[in-house]
């Protein structure tokens, strides 16, 4: 079945005694990082935040999170696989998907732990603040009907997506995995994508293959994605049960991390201070922009306060991108002299507002509190 089982490299018995990183808790509560942060920083890029003017973002300026290495993905020899509880396997070529009904669609896609560095302690993981966002027009064909065509039987629950990268995570070898159940996995948004921005994907976002599940937090979007496998019982890989959790410490199973939460992010104003990155801005009328996400119930609404959350003015909303992605809003400041704080939060369809501070998980997951720019207007 698995195609790519001779990378499989390391027996778990020589797995005793990894490094752990800091003091071995999982959490850091020093308000210096840790090298092996940094270094984790170093692979997986965030957007920065003035490339929220983009509608759709640049595949260069799009965030990044690849937990183990960027495998090789060979596009002309690339099988995708359809199995286990099915009435007909099936396999495909990339040019067997691309010869299927195909669509392209705007995706804000998120990772899971943006905000983690902001919670203490915090979580020794990829230290993200809050960049790990993106919105690109991805390109494929409906998952839906790739699975209807195996003929999904009804003793199947979930689908497991499984990608060719392989490493150690928590003292488990393992590829990246993660499952959808038939209901989500059937819905007509989620795609087979070959196609990024109109180019093909580039290595580092799941060439030549990956699930493209909108509204959902970004880890459930499969990259260099090779076997899709229907199964009786939910699936209880690593990346299900010990991440993408919201837990209160190492061995609490929690809730798991499923759709977005609402966010509305803003461009700093202004210019930076090189090293601290405090915004410089010129007295005066300002306009502030910036876009806002929320998943599936959409964004209703934007307010921004200037004084710190004193008080709240709705911002102006643009249309979205499409109907999973973000949002434009804009706002008019006048920016008096002085040292100021600006916030901005958004509120879903349902209700639900960014909160000013975040409860706290053991992860570092769906950290959604509001967004503090300090600015000094001169
Ligand atoms: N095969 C595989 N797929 C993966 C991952 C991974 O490490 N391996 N990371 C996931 C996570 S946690 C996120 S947030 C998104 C990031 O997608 P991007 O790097 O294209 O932005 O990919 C998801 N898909
Ligand atoms: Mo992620």
């Known amino acids: 079945m698995d195609p790519h089982a001779s990378d499989r490299p390391i027996e778990p018995e020589f797995l005793d005694d990894l490094p752990a990183v800091g003091d071995g808790s999982g959490l850091s509560h020093d308000p210096l990082f840790h090298i092996e942060e940094l270094q984790l920083a170093f692979r997986n890029r965030g957007m920065p935040l003035e490339a929220l003017r983009y509608p759709i973002t640049p595949t260069g300026l799009h965030y990044l999170l690849t937990h183990f290495d960027i495998p090789y993905g060979d596009a002309a020899s690339w099988r995708l696989s359809v199995g ?44 993200w603040l809050l960049e790990a966002i993106g919105t690109a027009e991805w390109t494929g064909t409906p998952l839906r009907g790739v699975l209807e065509e195996a003929g999904v039987a009804d003793a199947a629950v979930e689908l497991v997506f499984t990608g060719i990268d392989w490493g150690i995570q928590g003292g488990v070898v393992q590829p990246y995995q993660r499952s959808l159940t038939g209901e989500e996995a059937m819905r007509e948004e989620v795609l087979l994508a070959w196609g990024m921005n109109g180019e093909p994907l580039q290595p580092q976002h799941g060439a030549p293959l990956r699930l493209v599940v909108p509204g959902w937090f970004g880890m459930t979007s499969v990259k260099w994605l090779a076997t899709i496998e229907a199964v009786a019982e939910p699936f209880e890989g690593y990346q299900m049960i010990n991440t993408y959790r919201y837990t209160q410490t190492a061995d609490d199973i929690g809730d798991p991390v499923t759709l977005l939460r609402p966010r509305a992010l803003m461009i700093p104003p202004g210019i930076p201070d090189f090293a601290s990155r405090l ?48 949002r434009g809003w804009s706002c008019e400041w006048d920016a008096a002299p002085g040292d100021h704080t600006l916030l901005v939060r958004a509120t879903d369809g349902d209700g639900n507002t960014q909160p000013l501070e975040q409860e706290w998980n053991y992860q570092g997951m769906g950290n959604n509190m509001v967004q503090r720019v300090p600015v000094r207007v001169v």
């Not at 099915?86 to 669509?103: E, H, I, N, Q």
């Not at 560095?117 to 990829?126: G, M």
């Not at 119930?297 to 921004?304: K, Q, Y």
């Open 279 to 326: 915004r410089v801005v010129q007295r005066g009328p300002v306009t502030l922009t910036g876009r806002a996400w929320a998943g599936r119930p959409g964004v209703a609404r934007v307010e921004v306060s200037a004084d710190g959350g004193a008080t709240w003015r709705d911002a102006t909303l643009e249309e979205p991108v499409g109907r999973h992605a973000w």
């Open 84 to 127: 286990g509880l099915v009435r007909r396997p099936l396999a495909f070529s990339l040019d067997d998907l691309k010869a299927r009904p195909t669509v392209s669609m705007p995706v804000t896609m998120e990772c899971g732990g943006n905000g983690r560095a902001l919670f203490e302690p915090r979580s020794l993981s990829q230290p």
